[in-house]
């Protein structure tokens, strides 16, 4: 075995941290590693024999060996909880999700069987495959399905599926490339050396040779050529097997018919001395058709490599506070409640309260945006971003998958997963069109061995090639991916497809006004007293403390002594606060029409939007201000002139929706909207047939979100809003409203110029090649532009 590099976790060649004592005992010694984890894995290894995997890695290139070998991918260790740190994301419910990347995808219908295969499991709630990254999102119920259970039943039937990790994903990538580089090395050499040695054949001077002359070309052309059709063509053939095994059929299936059908003929004319041989046009069509796919697997890493470059940005280390001092731990180790120091120039490892006066921290991992923002003690920074100034301490709220860094990747991978009803049409008439081409190959063969024998192959042989729907497959695919990856640089990340199915017949968009339309800054520029001042500002503090709406922030140190309320607060919606003192005196804090409940005589001033009363008087009047988005008027304008709708729905008192309303040009708004009444009018839009975007950004605006066709909200908005929102902006710029439309726009475009396109190919080279007025050769290089073609017009969505 070679010697381990010195403080090196003996399984992952990580550096180990200080103060980590963890061993396992291998060749009756203790090795050091970095973890719990790593610790776990190796007792996993060791106890089942395959401990040869420690003798065979290669230490020069710690950062390609993987966590687990090859070996273990069928065994329980993935299982461990310490392993599934690393990958599992914990969601509501108990509900556990996970990426996993799974190799040998090679079409729809691979994905439609590992989505079946997956979902017949009990206790897997949702599989989805995005084809573009190979990736597969899955989520289960732990207490019914295990990780190995899932990744047995993929490898049973041909797949193999490993937690995704970000390092990880660049190798696979990698490996593929070598993989079609050695495939399309090989293809393209035989190909030269076959249509050297056929060069006669084109001129029509074969007649002249004697037949041993003849012979001797057909068998060293058979040498060249049998390579490619044993290795070089050998994933055409391992995909149309899955498609089969799954009742599908896919553009593999008449790929390998016709290789094979070609090579088998080629051979029976080699050994017999009489016929045709084909071997020129097989090693042609199979490299022309691996380099299409190889281009293909570099545009879907491009697309990826936004995505990724965030994790793998992440540091391995953090800096822990101890009772002893300052310790270097792995990121994945920290646990909840830990106090982590950052200092200046490093990167975030964790998402935490600040415990510093002040922070300035470089968000532009998650949002795009590169000025530093200002964050203040007890405010939330995260993982990914970097400090800016001094050094800061942090307390942990959640780390490695539970981080908002992950869950953006977590929500982008069901972004590029799920597939839009366009797709799913495509994704069907392409299977038909496979059943129409193997139909149409077999009467072809018929007609043509009715009429002249001698051509019937090659004729078959050109229509199978010609006819292929790769640039039909791809045509959805890669736009997606394209636009996903466009709105992802702009700060913008999308959770599903299905804004591009909303957009086409977008009619109305309706913005909250409090954080969507305004900043959401508010400040406190005016109050009227009617009781002590100090006493007033502490009961105010005391109960906006139990507050999350914006307007609470500038009143929530008023007081240095806020009032403690030992009765329940309780939080009516869209109205305000209710609570009870220690002497039993009952106060509301809220909008004018909470305290009219109480007393509807009462005398409040216009403009004060935030009272405090109790049942016999009102207390105090308190005007808080907000100001508008920057980029508000503008965006609403753009919208205006796509011809779309905009309304403004709006808790707010209506004297202050109607300024804000004017202001932007807004000519529908509605104001002291409680969270039903807004529901309503979105039920009342989409009863009239229209199609309803919701912004919004507040607690109360969850289901509203829900409800509308699509919605929207901000990084920064409140946690219901962000899980019921389909877009989350994380620059915080309204801008993005507008940005989506216009990507979704192009996003439609592309994709209606790469369906017509290869359906178009497709249908006209059908007669051409069904005539045989197209060499095999000839119908593979037309298939393969085809396709680079539609690839080329998707990249477009990355420029634009």
Request: aromatic share 8%; charged share 20%.
């Amino acid at each position: 075995m070679q010697e381990l590099p010195k403080d090196a976790c003996f399984h992952c060649l990580q550096p180990i941290p200080r103060g980590v004592e963890l061993t396992v005992d291998y060749e009756q010694q203790p090795r050091r590693v970095c973890c719990a984890g790593c610790q776990a894995v190796a007792e996993t290894i060791i106890e089942h024999g395959l401990s040869a995997y420690y003798k065979h890695r290669d230490l020069d290139k710690p950062q390609q060996t993987p966590i687990l070998p090859d070996e273990l991918n069928n065994l329980d260790v993935y299982d461990h909880p310490d392993v599934q740190r690393e990958f599992v994301r914990v969601l509501d419910g108990d509900m556990q999700q996970a990426a996993l990347t799974v190799s040998n995808i090679t079409c729809s219908a691979c994905a439609w069987l590992i989505e079946r295969e997956l979902q017949a499991i009990t206790g897997v709630d949702k599989a989805v495959v995005n084809l573009s990254s190979q990736r597969l999102q899955v989520t289960w119920d732990p207490n019914q399905v295990s990780v190995s259970e899932m990744i047995k039943r993929l490898a049973g039937i041909g797949y193999q599926a490993l937690p995704f990790q970000p390092n990880q994903q660049e190798q696979q990538f990698s490996r593929q490339r070598k993989g079609f580089i050695r495939r399309l090395g090989l293809a393209g050499l035989a190909t030269m050396q076959v249509m050297m040695l056929a060069f006669a054949l084109y001129f029509g001077v074969v007649s002249d040779l004697d037949e041993t002359t003849r012979d001797y070309i057909w068998a060293v052309s058979l040498v060249f050529a049998t390579p490619v059709i044993l290795y070089s063509a050998q994933p055409f053939y391992m995909g149309a097997l899955r498609a089969l095994q799954a009742k599908q059929l896919n553009m593999d299936v008449p790929v390998s018919i016709a290789l094979l059908g070609a090579y088998t003929a080629s051979v029976y004319a080699v050994f017999k001395g009489t016929g045709e041989v084909y071997f020129e046009s097989i090693s042609m069509f199979t490299f022309f058709l691996l380099s299409g796919r190889y281009l293909e697997l570099l545009a879907k890493e491009r697309a990826l490599r936004f995505a990724t470059n965030r994790l793998t940005l992440m540091p391995q280390l953090a800096t822990r506070e101890t009772e002893q001092g300052n310790e270097s731990i792995a990121v994945k180790q920290l646990q909840q409640g830990d106090v982590i120091v950052v200092n200046p120039g490093e990167t975030i490892a964790a998402d935490g309260e600040l415990l510093s006066a002040e922070a300035w921290v470089d968000e532009s991992l998650l949002s795009g945006e590169s000025l530093p923002n200002r964050r203040i003690k007890g405010q939330t920074v995260v993982a990914g971003s970097i400090n800016q100034q001094s050094a800061i301490r942090i307390r942990v709220t959640a780390a490695a998958q539970q981080t908002v860094l992950a869950g953006i990747v977590a929500m982008q991978d069901s972004a590029l997963a799920e597939k839009p009803q366009v797709q799913q049409v495509i994704d069907k008439v392409a299977g038909y069109f496979v059943s129409g081409i193997l139909v149409i190959a077999t009467l072809t063969f018929l007609s043509w061995w009715w009429i002249q024998p001698e051509h019937a192959l090659w004729v078959t042989l050109a229509v199978l090639v010609a006819t292929c729907p790769c640039a039909l497959s791809l045509a959805a695919p890669t736009a997606i991916t394209g636009t996903i990856h466009r709105l992802n640089r702009q700060g913008i990340l999308v959770k599903g497809a299905q804004v591009l199915e909303s957009v086409k017949s977008l009619d109305v968009v309706c913005f909250d006004k409090t954080g969507t339309l305004t900043e959401g800054k508010f400040k406190l520029v005016d109050r009227i007293d009617v009781a002590d001042i100090e006493y007033t500002n502490a009961l105010i503090s005391g109960m906006e403390a139990f507050s999350e709406h914006p307007l609470a922030l500038p009143l929530k140190h008023l007081s240095d002594r806020p009032y403690g309320f030992e009765q329940q607060i309780q939080l009516v919606a869209g109205m305000g606060l209710e609570a009870v003192t220690n002497k039993g005196e009952h106060l509301r804090l809220g909008s004018a029409e909470f305290i009219r409940q109480w007393l509807p005589e009462a005398d409040i001033e216009p403009g004060y939007n935030v009272i405090l009363a109790s049942q016999s008087q009102v207390l105090a009047q308190l005007k808080v201000e907000d100001e508008l988005r920057e980029d508000a008027a503008a965006t609403i304008n753009k919208l205006h002139r796509l011809g779309v709708q905009t309304q403004l729905i709006s808790g707010d008192d209506m004297s202050r929706v109607k300024l804000v309303a004017e202001q932007l040009g807004i000519h529908e708004y509605y104001g002291q909207q409680k969270p039903d009444d807004k529901l309503t009018l979105i039920k009342q839009l989409q009863q009239q047939g229209k199609t309803v975007w919701m912004v919004g950004d507040g607690l109360n605006d969850g289901p509203v979100l829900a409800q509308a066709h699509l919605s929207m909200t901000f990084a920064n908005a409140s946690d219901l809003a962000k899980t019921a929102a389909d877009v989350v902006i994380l620059s915080n710029k309204l801008g993005s409203v507008y940005d989506v439309i216009e990507s979704a726009q192009k996003s439609r475009v592309i994709m209606r110029q790469n369906f017509s396109w290869a359906l178009l190919y497709n249908v006209s080279v059908l007669p051409v090649a069904a005539l045989g007025l197209i060499a095999p050769w000839a119908a593979a290089l037309g298939m393969s532009l085809s396709s680079l073609l539609v690839i080329a017009n998707s990249l477009r969505l990355y420029r634009e």
